[in-house]
Every structure is written in C-alpha cells, then in structure tokens.
C-alpha cells in the first residue's frame, strides 16, 4: 500500500458559529477542617454535567478515574461542587486531577492539573462559593471560530489545519509502529514488524510491503521455529509478542507493517483525508481506520473503530459460487464497528468501483461530527468525482 497523509482538518458548524469558545473554567479547591475536600466551578447557561478525577499524592495515569472521581449532574447556589467529607488532607499534599465538562451537548476537558494544601478552611461555606468574590472579569474576545474539535483535549478553532502528513520521512516525532502477532479479532496470519523492508519511505510516499517469512527464515521456521518480535507493543509476554510453532498451530508465513500516532497525536471530531493507492493481490486486506486511543470498553473492536477504506486485493473474490457478488478489489467499504457481534461488524457501507481502487491513488475523506447529519452524506473521490 503507498499512501500520502494530509489529515484532520478541524471543522465547525453553523449552530455554534455565534458565541466564543468554551473554556472549562479553573476549579476552586477547599481542604476542609477537620477532613473533607471541596472542588469547584462557577455555574453558567450551557453547562449540563461536571466531572472531577483526581488522585492524592500519586500522578494520573491518563485518563484515570482516580481515587476520587464523581460526575455531578446538578449546581447548587450558582456553582458546580465535588465535595469528598471523609477525606483526610495534610498541608503539601498535592492533588493531580483533570476536569471534564459537558457544555451544550460538546465535551471539554481541562488535562494534567495540580492543586497542593497550604491550608484549611470552615466546612460551613456549604456550597463552595466565595464570600468575598473578585469582580468579573470580561474574557477577551474569541480569536477563532469555535468548533467542537478537540487536539490531545484541547480546543481547536474553526478551520484549522491540525495534522499534516507529506512523508518525507517517517517522523518518529508523529507515527509509531504497532509491532505484534495478530491474532483476535480478525486472525489477519501476518506478524507486524518495524522492519524497514516492510515500511518505508520514498518520493513522498510511505510504503506497507508484505515480505514471506520464507525470505529471511530457514525453510521449516514458520513450522517449527520460534518468533520473538523486539519491541512488541502487543501484550508482553502473550503470543502478540512471543510465539513458538507447534503442530497445527504454525506461525504466520507473512511479514508486514502497521503504523499509528496513538502515543503523538489524538484528537475528536473533524474531517480526515488521506490520499492512498491500495495494493493488488490475492489474500491482501489494506484498511485506512482511526481507533481510540485509550480503550475505555475493550481492546480491538470493543471500543470501536472508523474505517475510512477496505478494499480486498483480490482482483477474482465472490460470496458463493454463482459469482453474483463480488467482494475484491472493485468494492470499497467504509463505516463505524461499535463491538465484537458479527452483524456490527460488517455492516459497512460499500460501493462498487468501474476499476480496482488499487489501479490509483485516490482521496478517502470522512467527517466526524457530535451527531450525525441528514441527510446522510456518504461520499468518495475519485478522479474529480464524489
């Protein structure tokens, strides 16, 4: 597979053109005497939940729950209050904590957050609210269009270009490689490798190049031999790293790569491009898709995946043997996988081209939204046509 990336542009909608970007307010943070922690945001029209996460004296792994995590559904006499009563502080304990906030129906997050005790007060300021508040303060006016992307949980405005991808190297600042035995869900037989004779890049093109184990491995490894691959980032000590033949259970004849950003770039919502050619070839399954970064429901497709192109290197490849559908290179299928059920699974839209995606390159774009459009605007480029 040869790909070009210029990827994740950031949109924004007409109904949310009229008003500022939405910034989650600092929290006000009370240790109370004799034991108890308050936190804290001031309340304000559009706000529809308040989530604190955060630990004591330990960092956050993530997006952690944390020892004390609650979501908050209600304000009470203008604010939007944690209260923890049985919690016992000292002076220089410090609070690692992040904020989640759900403002007219968007998702805001405010990340890597700390808080340290340098004293106590009286539990009976019940609601969290100051006594002596400050005067308000105008926020300047917003410097972009807002949109409901996110960038590693940032806000991004309107329009703006938030990854972009020519390949004139393979930047180690930006992909890493997803090194590992395949296996559950889709038993692709292949083991994924950081070789360079798998992945590589040239003219401004990344290259994904199958190899044969038979290559570079005595004749009777993948029945008899053992693979250890060095920098597994599978589940160490699990066959995704390590796997030794036996019997029936042969090891994968094929080398090949998968590259992904998961630990340099994430982002929610906004339109992604990718310009690609897919490969040609029997038993060969390409797949451009965006995954979670954090597996909140499972791992593969239990937290769901976007596809954005699959399409079978196959230039002969039916359902039955009438010949009456036709599943290789010409179809192109595209869609959302929400778990591990068989009918989610390959629910995917798909269309039938004039020749073989992998004839050209061609323009794959999807657009991620909060909700879903109608109508629905499915859609592909290919020569000047979509």
């Known amino acids: 597979m040869e790909m070009r990336v210029r990827v994740l542009v950031a949109i924004g909608f007409a109904c949310a053109l009229a008003r500022g970007e939405y910034v989650v307010p600092d929290a006000k943070f ?25 630990n004591v004296n330990k960092e956050m792994n993530g997006l952690e729950a944390g020892q004390l995590a609650r979501d908050i559904i209600k304000a009470k006499n203008g604010r939007w209050v944690f209260l923890d009563d049985r919690l016992k502080l000292n002076v220089g304990d410090v609070i690692y904590y992040w904020l989640y906030v759900i403002y007219e129906g968007l998702g805001y997050q405010k990340l ?6 340098t004293e106590f007060v009286d539990p009976n300021n019940e ?10 303060v105008t926020p300047p006016p917003a410097t972009c269009g807002r949109s409901p992307t996110l960038v590693s949980g940032k806000s991004a405005c309107q329009g703006q270009l938030i990854f972009e991808e020519d390949f004139n190297t393979l930047d180690a600042a930006k992909w890493e490689h997803d090194v590992r035995i395949a296996g559950s869900p889709d038993f692709e037989f292949v083991a994924y490798t950081s070789e360079r004779g798998n992945s590589y890049v040239s003219d401004g093109v990344l290259h994904i190049a199958p190899t044969l184990v038979s290559e570079t491995r005595d004749e009777d490894f993948i029945t008899h031999g053992k693979l250890d691959l060095p920098r597994c980032t599978g589940i160490a000590g699990s066959v995704e790293c390590s796997k030794q033949a036996q019997g029936w259970d042969i090891l994968p004849p094929v080398f090949s790569a998968r590259v992904r950003t998961r630990q340099h770039f994430s982002f929610c919502y906004g339109q992604v491009e990718v310009r690609a050619k897919l490969p040609a070839g029997d038993w060969l399954f390409p797949e451009l898709w965006l995954e979670p970064k954090d597996n909140w429901y499972g791992r593969e497709y239990l937290s769901g995946r976007i596809r954005l192109a699959m399409a079978r290197g196959n230039r002969e490849l039916f359902l039955n043997d009438q010949k009456q559908s036709h599943i290789g290179e010409r179809r192109l299928e595209a869609g959302c996988t929400l778990g591990m059920d068989q009918k989610v699974r390959h629910e995917m839209k798909n269309w039938e081209g004039r020749s073989g995606w992998c004839e050209n390159f061609h323009v794959y774009s999807l657009t991620w939204t909060p ?16």
């Open 30 to 54: 009370e240790a109370l005497k004799p034991r108890g922690l308050r936190v804290s945001i001031p309340d304000e029209p559009g706000i529809q939940l308040f989530a604190f996460h955060g």
């Open 112 to 117: 890597d957050q700390t808080w340290t005790v």
């Open 127 to 136: 609601d969290g609210a100051d006594r002596n508040p400050k005067p308000p």
């Open 371 to 386: 909700v879903l459009p109608q109508p629905w605007p499915w859609s592909w480029w290919d020569s000047g046509l979509s």
